[in-house]
């Protein structure tokens, strides 16, 4: 059965960082999607970034791109985002999903759902 665990959220100001952390495990294949997605209050959930595969390219949202960095280490099944100029807009819950590969950033694709962690970015 397939897991994700994510970790590191909190309480952050304006133009700091903080660094999330998926450990994902129960993957039959090591070729599947894994991302990070964010939904704020009274807000559809949406996509921040991902791999399309173990091999494949990574895709960012607009608003992310050039602060947030998506990584990964294989040898530990863990995925991680670290963001860095952090803004008020991107407070939000913050999940990691994980799919079949060759997915992208629309989240009603993805299978599999960590159970969120909260970012707060005060002004």
């Known amino acids: 059965q397939v897991r994700l665990v994510e970790s590191g959220g909190g309480l952050v100001q304006a133009g700091g960082s903080l660094r999330l952390s998926c450990a994902a495990s129960?993957?039959?294949?090591?070729?599947?999607?894994i991302g990070w997605f964010r939904q704020a209050p009274g807000k559809q959930r949406e996509g921040v970034a991902c791999f399309s595969s173990s091999e494949g390219r990574i895709y960012y949202a607009a608003s992310v791109k050039g602060r947030f960095t998506i990584s990964r280490d294989n040898a530990k099944s863990a995925v991680y985002l670290q963001m860095n100029n952090l803004k008020p807009e991107d407070t939000a819950v913050y999940y990691c999903a994980a799919g079949v590969a060759g997915l992208a950033l629309r989240h009603w694709e993805y299978d599999y759902w960590g159970q969120g962690t909260q970012v707060t970015v005060s002004s």
């Open positions: 129960g993957f039959t294949s090591p070729y599947y999607a």
